[in-house]
């Protein structure tokens, strides 16, 4: 059992949780992901580290509300607990100076991305950040990615807050720009394709960290697998990040929706139970 | 009712019709008086052939004796002296070409159902319920084992008996491995893996679940926590695809991925369960091994209409047991023989829709010693499909092996362990079952689990006996 130390709204629909889970803080490294199980009933998500703290034993998840289990974890508190929580799992990010490198987030991609760019400014890079939302609200952590770079611009699809755009608008001005040695994106799978494209375009080594659906994240069900250069990788083992410019996204969109219409279900039921249940304790 | 066997008998098992609508057991077990009545048919040979085929080495004339004479719990007691997991063997072992193979009554007419009895007496026990073991005193010395699958959980509990204190650490958050993630409720119900489970804790063998060796924490951590010696049963856990084209088209799962829904994650009861799995109206299953077995007689139990095996070779040469290829037959599962899978045929969406397969012959037998399959040239034709599960076999899982420094594997990428001790290239690290030998079966890696248990005693007592670590 994982104790919820601490929770924090970071959006209406993006939270952050400090969990007590000793041993994957001590091995946790910026790159990496946890799975958890909320009860016995429950499925198996994997989730990326958004910080740790050897010393405390901490580890700290962001995500945000999309479908049943992600909710249920949203609608638990400070002192609760988590059934399993397992990690630190996938390979870690390399740390080491490229040089110029930039940091793109999108939505709660900002979270995984923190560790890499507070990482990697460690390792003595030149850290440009640029962080993204649909719109200001759904903005979180600005503060702390500004901390970790050199530079950090912020965009809003709906011009809310920031630059009105995309990251990749702004990524394109900056390879345009300047000169850049490598660049890491994480975010929705869409954003990290276009993201590939331009850098592609621009002849940028770019890194991307890859979120498909998976069950033991131990290499052991093939579930996660993608094709990286036309040859089969299992994300949870050989990833989760990998070369953004031979990765097939189109595939990894369609792995994505395999179980939406059970997603569906599972979360109507929830949704009807719960309220069922706050109209029986409002009587 | 008869209450006589004319020879050995037949296991009483649910009707296909019935039994494909669930995931309950399908075999029943004997009655008692059927199992008095076989166990009298032992013949109690001097130097008994049966015990030699048994991996666990358990005195199978002597429990059979103890049936007959109707001393159920000495005859259960006998049994756990050499094993603990006779529910599961009694159930899962393939005991016609191991015990069952070498018994005398064999060479005339049919060999002792000591599988059968095997069951008979761990049931009769369950029921009754299990009497925890005494502990003996710790030695002084600890012994971690990683993997909680049959070679673990054997290793781990004749290891308590001599008295050492053990951990086994386990990645998932069920102990079991292959027993909860790979072989359904229907053939192994999980009740009865969860009580075994608990007999070998009852011995004082500690199970630390959720935690992955390799990443959570290493040999080494695991050194400076005290532990002396280490036992490896993680199993062949790596799913083999076909590297074919169209492999990633949504609908295609490997075995190791649609078991581990269907029976770790109980998909079957989803949505109240929350882990879904997606079956369509036709499943293919490819692949002639009991996973594959599983895989179907799972996919008929989740609703598909029609289920079948692609196999390239003859149901001759199916290496799964005969018994099971009966079943899965007996539940509607059709095998198509001698036919391959060259590519797989997807929709707009993404979706699988069909195998492009092609017919095959058998030629000259491989190394296997059995006849290579040989594609028929311009034989190509195209099944319809919704789903497929590609259960041709499983590989070393690299996981754990990448993060141990300086442990030897072999050409496969198996850890080179010494077939009689389990020793590896790493002093105090041991290894055993299907991460040494490759997928094999439950028997066999509980055999692997208890030789390397009696090394890890001979090599905590005096390191000395292992000079190969000096």
Not at chain 1, 75 to 94: N, Q, W
Not at chain 1, 241 to 253: K, M, N
Not at chain 2, 99 to 113: H, N, T, W
């Amino acid at each position: 059992m994982f104790k919820i130390l601490k929770k924090q709204v970071l959006t209406p629909e993006i939270k952050l949780m400090v969990i007590d889970a000793p041993r994957v803080a001590r091995k946790a490294k910026a790159g990496q992901f946890v799975i958890l199980r909320i009860n016995d009933q429950g499925e198996r998500i994997p989730l990326t580290i958004a910080d740790f703290d050897p010393e405390k034993g901490t580890v700290t998840i962001i995500f945000q509300e999309v479908g049943k289990t992600t909710m249920m974890l949203g609608e638990m508190e400070a002192g609760d607990t988590i059934l399993d929580f397992v990690g630190p799992l996938g390979k870690e990010m390399e740390e080491k100076n490229f040089g110029h490198v930039v940091c793109v987030g999108g939505g709660v991609g900002i979270a995984p991305t923190f560790p890499k760019a507070r990482a990697l400014k460690e390792a003595g890079n030149r850290v440009t950040s640029i962080i993204g939302a649909r719109t200001a609200s759904m903005l979180f952590w600005e503060d702390k990615m500004r901390e970790v770079s050199d530079k950090l611009y912020v965009t809003t699809d709906d011009g809310s807050y920031g630059e009105k755009g995309f990251v990749t608008t702004v990524l394109e001005r900056v390879l345009e720009q300047e000169k850049v040695d490598l660049v890491i994106a994480v975010g929705p799978v869409m954003m990290m394709k276009m993201t590939s494209l331009l850098t592609k375009k621009h002849g940028v080594p770019t890194l991307v960290s890859l979120n498909p659906i998976m069950v033991d994240g131990t290499g052991m069900c093939g579930c996660c697998r993608v094709s990286v250069n036309g040859q089969c990788k299992f994300t949870c083992v050989d990833g989760p990040i990998f070369d953004g410019h031979a990765v097939d996204f189109d595939e990894l969109l369609s792995r994505q929706r395999i179980y939406l219409e059970e997603e569906k279900r599972a979360l109507e039921k929830y949704l009807a139970t719960r309220a069922k249940e706050e109209a029986h304790y409002a009587e | 009712m008869q209450n006589r066997l004319s020879g050995r008998p037949k296991m009483p098992q649910r009707p296909p019709k019935e039994r494909i609508k669930d995931f309950e057991e399908v075999p029943l077990g004997l009655p008692e008086w059927a199992a008095v009545e076989e166990a009298k048919r032992c013949l109690q040979c001097k130097k008994p052939q049966c015990v030699q085929g048994c991996p666990v080495e358990i005195d199978i004339p002597g429990f059979l004796k103890l049936v007959a004479e109707g001393r159920f719990e000495d005859a259960i007691a006998k049994i756990k002296e050499k094993n603990s997991l006779p529910a599961i063997c009694g159930r899962v072992c393939p005991q016609e070409t191991q015990c069952e193979e070498k018994c005398v009554l064999g060479k005339k007419g049919q060999p002792i159902a000591i599988g059968y009895l095997e069951r008979f007496v761990a049931d009769y026990e369950r029921e009754k319920g299990i009497r925890p073991p005494s502990a003996p005193s710790w030695n002084g010395h600890r012994v971690a084992v990683i993997g909680s699958g049959p070679a673990g959980l054997t290793c781990a509990g004749d290891l308590a008996k001599m008295g050492y204190q053990v951990t086994i650490f386990e990645a998932l958050h069920a102990p079991g491995g292959v027993l909860v993630y790979g072989i359904p409720e229907f053939r192994l119900p999980k009740s009865i893996v969860a009580q075994e489970v608990d007999y070998v804790r009852s011995l004082g063998v500690e199970i630390e679940l959720s935690c992955v060796v390799g990443k959570t924490l290493t040999i080494d951590d695991l050194r400076e926590e005290g532990y002396e010696a280490f036992f490896i049963g993680t199993g062949a856990g790596l799913p083999y695809f076909l590297n074919i084209p169209g492999e990633n088209l949504n609908g295609i799962y490997s075995a190791n991925e649609f078991l581990t829904r269907t029976n770790l994650m109980k998909a079957y009861l989803f949505p109240e369960f929350d882990t879904p799995v997606k079956i369509g109206r036709r499943v293919a299953v490819i692949g002639g091994g009991n996973v594959a077995m599983d895989a179907a007689r799972c996919a008929l139990r989740l609703g598909a209409e029609e289920v079948c095996l692609v196999y390239r070779r003859t149901k001759k040469e199916m290496p799964a047991r005969v018994e099971e290829v009966e079943r899965a037959e007996e539940e509607g599962v059709n095998c198509i023989i001698l036919t391959n899978p060259v590519r797989f045929i997807g929709n707009d969406n993404g979706w699988v829709t069909g195998i492009e397969c092609i017919q095959m012959e058998l030629g000259e037998p491989d190394e296997s010693g059995r006849r290579r399959p040989v594609p028929i040239p311009g034989s190509e034709f195209v099944i319809p499909i919704d789903t497929v599960v590609v259960a041709i076999g499983q590989g070393p899982n690299p996981l754990l092996l990448e993060t141990i420094k300086g442990l030897a594997l072999n050409k496969k990428g198996y850890i080179a362990a010494d077939p009689q001790t389990g020793a590896t290239s790493l002093p105090g690290v041991f290894a055993g079952g299907d991460i040494v030998t490759g997928a094999a079966t439950v028997i066999s890696a509980m055999g692997a689990g208890k030789r390397a248990a009696r090394s890890i005693d001979l090599y905590l007592k005096d390191p000395n006996k292992f000079p190969q670590w000096r």
